[in-house]
DNA sequence: CTGAAAGCGCTTACAG
DNA sequence: CTGAAAGCGCTTACAG
């Protein structure tokens, strides 16, 4: 390795001056500056970053988390399918963040680990930031998380907003109140709902939206037909199972997500229920793979490369502590495919 | 933030001794341990890791990568449809990892640089080797690397073996063997094959074991039915929209993946063929979603648990160099779900 | 079994 | 604008 040591000889100053130039200091006279990068390109110099973390007190590090709930694997819940949504928001992120300048760390956990040990761990890291996807707010270390000074920006959990910690989010509300308003303009009046979890605030909200929608157009939700459901494609399916073995009076589903909607497809197809014709389908995200499902899924867009980017450049706000953050809310888009139609006429209710 | 020195005072022995304690060096008397780890506790102390990376001249960082095509970023290509599959390894590199005491890394890459760059960067930090998922062989940066003594570990993509590199992955050509023979005993001999991109020696593996089934029974391959696509759900879909413009003549088609089979699948319910009343159609992988879609997709299972758990236990044996390490080439599991059929006899070929 | 001391490769007030 | 020097918090031969 070669090390500040070596360009500052080569260049004829102080390892001082090197380090200067690096950090792009001002007051320094432009020829050394020339002979400094001179001296830096024919050595193919680097600088050593855990030298630069323990002289700075600080890292380039940002920590991408993502909790599950069944231990404490940080990242480890990205492939489940309830994740496929902001795996894919990873790529905006990672953009974002070497624009920046920043690295990315996928912090590990102990099963064991308490609250503080996480804390401590993030720190002994000298972790500059940190972005959480998708979390229970409950989750314990989240709140140590956001009781102690690391910056963190939560994506889709609403967790304050200051100093030290903002969230990004779409707007879940309107989205949901959107696509039960087109289900409404179809004709629909019975429709069924497969929640998300309604733990996470996310499900609360675009519940909230959903019923706000119905209660506009004067029709009222029927409770039996208040589903939840894990996130993941595999619940979703199961539940629908469920419910349908109970009951078939409703010409239209929302879906919690797209993956669920997936999973309520596979099991309306093989109680040989046609889509849309005897029951229309929504999802809520706009993955890839709803393009690709036959038929393919009418659902509300969120725009993950401004929720990714926005996330990054909040993120970097609160590191560099100029000032009080706010909150990002990103607008949802309606995009109609082939899995919502009006109510047929000879539906039988 | 606690350091050493304060550790050593409230247990009454110098640095050095907690130092000992703490990476596990013989020869410390019972007692002294005990003191030190007590002071710990009380403390709450974790090691800076800058200091230990610096003063070792290592980090316990393992790197993950993941390179695209189209630009430099590492990891930004886990929410292609494409690498669902290696998202899902996430899941047990992780905890190998964990279970190691390394942390994973996501090295970005500035698109503009150079393979000595990338190479540069892993050094500068540390890294104590990299975990490279499926990549093009013949990327520059994956020469670089290869070239270079940081040990790594391919996965899916054959890259020698020795005391620094070596490699997991299934055993493509027999599952594509086998699932082959399984189409064939079905019947079909007029069969399609929509395989990935056959720069990627993965998707020639596993045409040769196709061929392979298909001269143990005395059947040709048909030139026009040999496809490619890329390995992304879009660009099969697309793929099998322009084969089913020129030809329906196959009772079959076997897909490159599951995520390929998905667009495949999409695409022939387009032209209202049914899956398999008019075609048998297979996938591989094995991915979750396998058995969400309608029909279910009849695949070959990849164990992703041990590959990835093999994957992290071989790179350590590689970063603790002492001996040559062996690649691990893993079976594969037919499943056979709803997706395949016999040939029916009134399909008009 | 344990301590004193040098060293890892940077950064950053402090002088000039 | 630039250098000498101290310091960041560990680890590890070298003695004893």
Redesign the pocket.
Known sequence: ?????E??QLA?????????V??G?????????ERVHAAIKQLG????I???N????SSQMLALSLFGEDEGLAISHLGSTENYFYVDMVRSIDRGAVAAGYDLFLPSLLPDRSPENYIRSLR?RHVAGVIMLAVDPSDPRIQALFRSDIPTIFVDSINGEGRHATYVTSNHMDGAYQITAHLLSLGHTRIAFMMGPLIDPVSTERLLGSQQALARAGISLVPDLLCQAGWTTEEACQATRALLSKRRDFTAIVAGSDMMAIGILRALQECGLSVPGDVSLTGFDDVVLSQYTTPSLTTMHQDREGMGSGAVQRLIALIEGREEVSPLIMPTQLVVRESTGPVSANKEI
């Not at 390795?1 to 040591?5: G, I, L």
């Not at 110099?45 to 050593?48: D, L, V």
């Open positions: 390795m070669v090390t500040s040591e360009v500052a004829g100053v102080s390892r001082a001056t090197v380090s200067r690096l950090n200091s001002p007051r320094i006279s432009a020829e050394t500056k110099y680097e600088p050593n855990a030298a630069q323990l002289a700075r007190q002994a």
